[in-house]
């Protein structure tokens, strides 16, 4: 079945580095959306990508979609505290999402 | 607009105890609803999901099971709890397919 990798799994950074994170699909994805799970919280939507080669950015997040619709990536400029927590990718299509394990960012101030 | 709901927030049962979550969604018609449960810093492992009314598809074979007794009604059942049940239950719905899911607040079940 379709699988999901994400990568790193964990990343610590100081306050006001980037930040990224990296999804590949083992089969072209129909599209691909991002949350983000603050500690303690349950998951948030943040964007969907469609479109080969998208890029969408939000304030200091950048979301990419590949070329080939199997990766996708999310950058985050200048980290703030703010951005702590879990960043999922998930692959969408007529099943269910197939969500990567996520990478868990902590910013230290 | 659209709500979801999940109660309890917090759980502590014994283990080879029942189990009941339910989830609600307001405010939206024949939603797919879906069953995560998350490990302590871990990721989402899809449990069960529902296109309709009475049908549900599992995901993971276990002591747990669901139902959909109502358009917008989605149950989490286990007749005995097992120790490695604890974790973060979500539900979310969305839509359909292709477009974004949205999640309950969770229950957080600890079995001891």
């Known amino acids: 079945g379709q699988q999901v990798m994400q990568i790193p799994q964990y990343q610590h950074v100081q306050e006001g580095e980037d930040f990224t994170t990296y999804c590949n699909s083992s089969?072209?994805?129909?599209?691909i959306q991002w949350y983000k799970q603050r500690p303690g919280g349950h998951p948030v939507f943040l964007i969907q990508l469609v479109k080969s080669g998208e890029v969408k950015k939000q304030k200091r997040l950048t979301f990419q979609f590949g070329e080939a619709k199997k990766n996708s990536s999310l950058h985050i400029t200048a980290t703030q505290t703010t951005d702590v927590g879990t960043y999922f990718c998930a692959g969408a299509g007529n099943t269910p999402l197939v969500f990567g394990k996520g990478t868990r960012l902590s910013v230290i101030a | 607009s659209q709500t979801i709901h999940q109660w309890p927030a917090t759980l502590v049962q014994p283990v080879g105890s029942p189990l009941s979550l339910e989830c609600t969604v307001e405010?939206?018609?024949?939603?797919?609803l879906y069953w995560y449960r998350q490990a302590a810093g871990r990721g989402l492992q899809l449990l069960f999901y529902?296109?309709?009314?009475?049908?549900i598809s599992s995901e993971v074979p276990q002591n747990l099971s669901a139902s959909r007794p109502q358009d917008r009604q989605f149950i989490l059942s286990s007749k005995k709890l097992l120790l490695s049940d604890s974790g973060f239950y979500l539900c979310?719905?969305?839509?359909?397919?292709?477009?974004?899911?949205?999640f309950g607040p969770g229950t957080r079940l600890t079995v001891t």
């Open positions: 979310a719905w969305r839509p359909g397919p292709g477009t974004e899911q949205y």
């Open positions: 089969t072209t994805l129909s599209n």
């Open positions: 529902s296109v309709g009314i009475g049908q």
């Open positions: 405010g939206t018609s024949n939603p797919n």
